[in-house]
């Protein structure tokens, strides 16, 4: 019940907003409890009622759930939100799932958007390696090796895009 100490219900007091009263019968306001993370309590509560999905609460005694930003989701009865895996996206807020991120696109943790991978030319002098996923942009430029040949041999091939094709030959 949320009366305090009432014998009649002209008498009662209520658990202020942010408590509830598990039980009846309470003698006086410190039988009130805080209301739990993951929840909130209206004025006159009897038990915490849960953060819908999309929404949170990371402190106790609260009156209203916070919606889940974008690059996170939150789970019924969140306590905080979540961010998006690796992969996943959100660009909404009060999402419960995070979206897949498309192929040729990456989403690293906690992203908002899909980013574009960046084929990135690399210059003189470089080659680029990697692969893009949808879980990292994975392209990164390397110095070409400085290969020297043997007395007798030459250098020969190509470092440039992604070849760091620089051989021996005879």
């Known amino acids: 019940s949320d009366s305090i100490g009432a014998n009649s219900s002209t008498t009662c007091q209520n658990c202020s907003a ?8 309470a003698t006086s306001s410190a039988d009130c409890r805080p209301c739990r993370k993951g929840g909130f309590c209206a004025e006159e509560s009897d038990e915490p009622h849960d953060c819908p999905s999309g929404r949170f609460q990371n402190e106790t005694g609260e009156t209203a759930c916070f919606d889940c930003p974008a690059g996170a989701y939150c789970e019924q009865r969140a306590a905080a939100p979540l961010p998006c895996a690796a992969g996943t996206f959100n660009d909404q807020t009060q999402a419960s799932a995070c979206a897949t991120c498309t192929d040729g696109k990456y989403c690293p943790v906690g992203a908002t958007a899909e980013q574009t991978c960046s084929n990135e030319v690399c210059g003189t002098n470089l080659y680029r390696s990697g692969v893009c996923t949808t879980t990292s942009d994975g392209y990164t430029c390397h110095a070409c090796s400085n290969r020297l040949c043997g007395t007798g041999s030459y250098r020969a091939g190509d470092c440039s895009g992604t ?4 051989t021996c030959q005879a």
């Open 18 to 25: 942010g408590t509830y009263s598990p039980s009846s019968g």
């Open 163 to 166: 070849n760091n094709g620089y």
